[in-house]
Nanobody, 126 residues
Framework: QVQLVESGGGLVQAGGSLRLSCAAS????????AGWFRQAPGKEREFVAA????????YYADFVKGRFTISRDNAKNTVHLQMNSLKAEDTAVYFC???????????????????WGQGTQVTVSS
C-alpha cells in the first residue's frame, strides 16, 4: 500500500532552521506532484509548497517565500522541505502529500492530493 512518512520535525528557536523529509513507498513517485501542507491548532490545513514531477517547477505560499525550499529526489522517492528563518507562526503539524493532477491551478488545493502522510510536529519558540 502507499505510504508517505514524514520526519525531521521538532522544537527550534525562532530564527532557526529545520529540514523535513518525506519518504514515499508503494507508488511510482515520479508520476506524482509532491506537496507540503501544514495545520496549526484550530486552523484549517493550508498549502505550504509543491514541486512538479521532475522537480523543475516549485510553488510556494506567500508566507514562506524566501524562507522555505522544497526539493525532491525521485531516485530515492523522497521530498524535502528546508525551512529557514523560522517564526513562531510556523508552528504546526506538517504533512507531505502526493497528487496525480496536472493543472497548475490545483497545486494549492488539498483535495486534489491523493495520498497523505501522518504529519510531523514543528514547534518554533519565540
Amino acid at each position: 500500500q502507499v505510504q508517505l512518512v514524514e520526519s525531521g520535525g521538532g522544537l527550534v528557536q525562532a530564527g532557526g532552521s529545520l529540514r523535513l523529509s518525506c519518504a514515499a513507498s508503494g507508488l511510482t513517485f515520479n508520476m506524482y506532484v509532491a506537496g507540503w501542507f501544514r495545520q496549526a491548532p484550530g486552523k484549517e490545513r493550508e498549502f505550504v509548497a509543491a514541486i512538479s514531477r521532475p522537480g523543475t517547477y516549485r510553488y510556494y505560499a506567500d508566507f514562506v517565500k524566501g524562507r522555505f525550499t522544497i526539493s525532491r529526489d525521485n531516485a530515492k522517492n523522497t521530498v524535502h522541505l528546508q525551512m529557514n528563518s523560522l517564526k513562531a507562526e510556523d508552528t504546526a503539524v506538517y504533512f507531505c502529500a502526493a497528487g496525480e493532477f496536472y493543472e497548475y491551478s490545483d497545486y494549492r488545493a488539498r483535495d486534489k492530493y491523493n495520498y497523505w502522510g501522518q504529519g510531523t510536529q514543528v514547534t518554533v519558540s519565540s
